[in-house]
């Protein structure tokens, strides 16, 4: 039972995060980026990728929202500026902007229990191949725009780097800051 525990945990695999502060272009202001990348599958345990399907359909039926790379893969992250007290971060779902609108709420509402879902498993629960962790798919999947080898390219650096980002401990933490990042955003929009 062990072992099929550590191939997957109701669909969801190589979950990793990472939180940058990075500088806008059009403006140089200083913005606060947490990122949470994710493989995302039906398994025997349960029906995640359909569920997360089904939820597309309900919120946006005209729009694809795949990842860029792999259908399977979900990359969430959350903008703000940093420093700024009452900035409302944004939520961007595979690099698309999600808009706070009342048709996206349960998007957002989805995207809240997954986030709480990871944040909460036990360490044991988690599974990240190395063969994704340390090949080309866990270096590009988790920034988008850039890869963990550009920023660090020392390579005793990045393999630190990426054990982090895909460890128990640094993957639920950037569930967990994504997850109150989302509750900000939402509870702005209904107020």
Do not use: W
Request: charged share 30%.
């Amino acid at each position: 039972m062990y072992m099929d525990n550590k191939i997957s945990f109701k669909g969801i695999s190589n979950v990793g995060a990472i939180q940058l502060k990075v500088i806008n272009p059009d403006n140089m202001r200083l913005l606060k980026r947490k990122y949470l990348t994710l493989s995302i599958n039906n398994d025997k345990y349960g029906n995640d990728l359909d569920d997360y399907k089904k939820c597309l359909e309900k919120c946006m039926p005209s729009r694809v929202f795949d990842f860029p790379h792999d259908n399977a893969i979900l990359n969430i992250f959350t903008q703000s500026r940093n420093g700024k007290k009452y900035d409302v971060p944004k939520l961007f779902f595979n690099f698309y902007e999600i808009p706070r609108t009342r048709r996206m709420v349960p998007f957002f509402e989805y995207v809240a229990k997954l986030t709480r879902k990871i944040a909460n498993l036990p360490d044991e629960k988690f599974h990240v191949s190395d063969s994704f962790k340390y090949g080309k798919d866990g270096d590009r999947y988790i920034l988008g725009d850039s890869t963990v080898s550009e920023l660090m390219p020392d390579p005793s650096i990045r393999k630190q780097a990426l054990d982090h980002i895909y460890s128990p401990t640094g993957a639920k933490t950037g569930a967990s800051l994504i997850n109150a990042d989302i509750q900000a955003a939402m509870e702005d929009y209904l107020l």
